[in-house]
C-alpha cells in the first residue's frame, strides 16, 4: 500500500495550492481521508478530513474557509485545493487514509500515511 502525496512547492502569500494524493494497492474510494501538517518545530496537526461514504468533510479553524478536501474516486486520489495560502501554512503535508467515519482528526484513527511533500508560502 501506498499513498503519494504531490502538489507541495514555494508559493507567495495570497497563492494557491492544490495537493493530490494517489492511492496504489488500496481502494482510496473506501476509506475515509485526510490531510495533516507538520511545521518545523511543531508537532503534526490535523488539517483536513471527507469521510467514506457520505462525503462529509472537517476542517481545522485554522484554514477553514481557505482549503477544501475533495476526492476523485475514479481515480483513487484525493485533493486539498488551498487558496489564500499565509506563510503560517508553511510545512510538510501528509495525506492519509482511515477506516474510520468519524472524528477524524485523530492521527490513531489513520491506518496508512503518504510520504508528504513541503508546502512553502513566502511572505
Known amino acids: 500500500v501506498q499513498l503519494q502525496a504531490s502538489g507541495g512547492g514555494l508559493v507567495q502569500t495570497g497563492d494557491s495550492l492544490r495537493l493530490s494524493c494517489a492511492a496504489s494497492?488500496?481502494?482510496?474510494?473506501?476509506?475515509?481521508a485526510g490531510w495533516f501538517r507538520q511545521a518545523p518545530g511543531k508537532e503534526r496537526e490535523f488539517v483536513a478530513a471527507?469521510?467514506?461514504?457520505?462525503?462529509?468533510?472537517s476542517y481545522a479553524n485554522s484554514i477553514k474557509g481557505r482549503f477544501t478536501i475533495s476526492r476523485n474516486n475514479a481515480r483513487d486520489t484525493v485533493y486539498l485545493q488551498m487558496n489564500n495560502l499565509k506563510p503560517e501554512d508553511t510545512a510538510v503535508y501528509y495525506c492519509?487514509?482511515?477506516?474510520?467515519?468519524?472524528?477524524?482528526?485523530?492521527?490513531?484513527?489513520?491506518?496508512?500515511w503518504g510520504q508528504g511533500t513541503q508546502v512553502t508560502v513566502s511572505s
Open positions: 492519509a487514509a482511515s477506516g474510520w467515519k468519524s472524528d477524524l482528526s485523530y492521527e490513531y484513527k489513520y491506518d496508512f
Open positions: 494497492g488500496l481502494t482510496f474510494r473506501i476509506y475515509s
Open positions: 471527507l469521510i467514506y461514504r457520505d462525503g462529509k468533510t
